[in-house]
Nanobody
């Protein structure tokens, strides 16, 4: 059974940086991609960034140039470096993995950007 555990959320002022990490326990026998989603109060969950098994990345337009996703395949971890944070980045961030013919989700970590 695969479990995803996020860490690294917190509070930061506008313009600051945070780094989120996600560690997967268990094993992937058919790995497609890992990524980060976020959900702000009253809004739908949205894709923030994703990285495939081949290393291709995809970003939401709102975070391009500010966020960077990276994956360590050997350790089954994925990270999200978030720079130049804005108040509109405030949300619960969820780690996601598309593997083993299903989707896995972490429990979420809160990111708050406020002065």
């Amino acid at each position: 059974q695969v479990q995803l555990v996020e860490s690294g959320g917190g509070s930061v002022q506008p313009g600051g940086s945070l780094r989120l990490s996600c560690a997967a326990s268990g094993s992937f026998f058919r790995f497609i991609a890992m990524g980060w989603y976020r959900q702000a109060p009253g809004k739908e969950r949205e894709l923030v960034a994703a990285i495939t098994s081949a290393g291709s990345t995809d970003y939401a337009d709102s975070v391009k140039g500010r966020f960077a996703i990276a994956r360590d395949g050997a350790k089954n971890t994925v990270s999200l470096q978030m720079n130049s944070l804005k108040p509109e980045d405030t949300a619960v961030y969820y780690c996601n993995a598309n593997a083993n013919y299903r989707y896995y989700w972490g429990q979420g970590t809160q990111v708050t950007v406020s002065s």
